[in-house]
């Protein structure tokens, strides 16, 4: 007797996205919009009297104020500071953001914003990285500052005649860095004298460099007793490798397989890895891509669903047989131009009667939404 063979249930988690870079914390821009601290990709640190306030920001969204509510002798004062960002040395990076004073306390000259910038690890002031603006044009609300030197030297280009301008109510600082930066971090400190508030906004470093990976496509989808995962880039620049993750819960990742990189490439690239022992249930798959120099970022996670039932046999006569985990599930089955012929639920015993179908070839579909399987079966 020939013995039956068993068609595995397939569930897909394809899925194709737009080209877009790993390096997510290195793309082109890095904000932080004082509207949440987890929705924006640039982390901060605050120290001293400063808040985060709704309805200041440009498009009346939240910012960073420094607040005085009398014409007391003693200022207020307020720090922000960035994480550190890693920049390609090659690329032009410049940091931005909204400054405006509001209210009518401060006369010409009072006040004042520090940026410092520590770059390539060194200290706070070293080079000279230090620039200070000073004094509202006037004493009118949501004014831009007027630029003083401060103590801004070579080392930061010319940047005086270019600093600020204004604009809706604001006035954009902006600070190229030296072409040799390898990393940044800002600290910027505003001092309030009299009864005014100073306010900032969407702080944020802009850079041209490129990205380090451009991932095409990325797929995950169960294939018999195992999980196929395929990926595409269009470029990679000192890609070491990737390193596939799996995880039970979307939330708790381990590393399964690794997959050496193309290193620097402007051609594209495919991808293959299997998961040869996949989970019964739900499982999540991401990418972690490592640059050479050890800097890694993630793709986005691709679900594939559980393994809902493996129906035989195939070919049959007269019934399919399923696991007692598919009972109570709903199933559908096509002929192959895609026409229901029959509909129901899983009996508790896991056998579907087909009899009535004629001789051919059918898709038995069982689930729905993201566990949603079909299977190929032959009726003889």
Do not use: H
């Amino acid at each position: 007797m020939k013995r039956p063979i068993v068609a595995p249930l397939l569930l897909t988690g394809f899925l194709f996205v737009p080209v877009f870079g790993f390096g997510q914390t290195r793309t082109s821009n890095l904000t932080q919009t004082f509207d949440a601290q987890t929705n924006t990709s640039l982390p901060y640190t605050a120290v001293g009297t400063g808040s985060i306030t709704p309805g200041i920001g440009i498009n009346g969204t939240n910012g960073y104020r420094i607040i005085k509510n009398n014409n007391g002798n003693t200022a207020v004062v307020g720090t922000v500071e960035t994480g550190v960002v890693p920049i390609t040395t090659s690329s032009t990076t410049t940091l931005k953001f909204n400054l405006a004073v509001t209210g009518a306390g401060m006369s010409n000259n009072d006040g004042s914003v520090v940026i410092e910038l520590r770059t390539n690890n060194n200290a706070y002031g070293a080079a000279g990285n230090t620039m200070t603006i000073t004094g509202p044009t006037s004493g009118n609300t949501n004014v831009p500052w007027s630029y003083t030197t401060g103590t801004v030297n070579g080392t930061m280009g010319s940047l005086g005649s270019t600093a600020i301008t204004a604009g809706n109510g604001a006035g954009t600082v902006s600070i190229t860095l030296p072409a040799n930066t390898a990393s940044v971090q800002a600290r910027i400190t505003l001092t309030v004298p009299r009864q005014s508030n100073l306010d900032i906004d969407d702080l944020q470093f802009d850079s041209n460099q490129p990205l380090p990976v451009e991932l095409l496509s990325f797929q995950a989808s169960r294939q018999s007793n195992a999980v196929q995962l395929k990926w595409a880039t269009a470029s990679e620049t000192n890609n070491d490798r990737f390193e596939v993750q799996r995880s039970a819960d979307g939330q708790n990742f381990a590393t399964i397989s690794t997959v050496a990189g193309a290193g620097t490439t402007t051609k594209a690239t495919t991808y293959t890895a299997n998961d040869a022992a996949p989970l019964a249930g739900t499982s999540y798959y991401r990418l972690r891509q490592v640059d050479t120099d050890g800097t890694s970022s993630f793709s986005p996670v691709r679900v594939v669903g559980a393994v809902l039932a493996v129906a035989y046999p195939s070919p049959t006569v007269d019934q399919l047989n399923l696991p007692g985990a598919a009972a109570g599930t709903r199933y559908r089955i096509f002929n192959t131009v895609g026409q229901m012929l029959k509909q129901g639920t899983v009996p508790a015993t896991g056998t579907l009667d087909v009899l009535e179908l004629k001789p051919g070839s059918y898709f038995l579909e069982i689930g729905s939404g993201r566990n949603l399987t079909t299977q190929r079966f032959i009726r003889q």
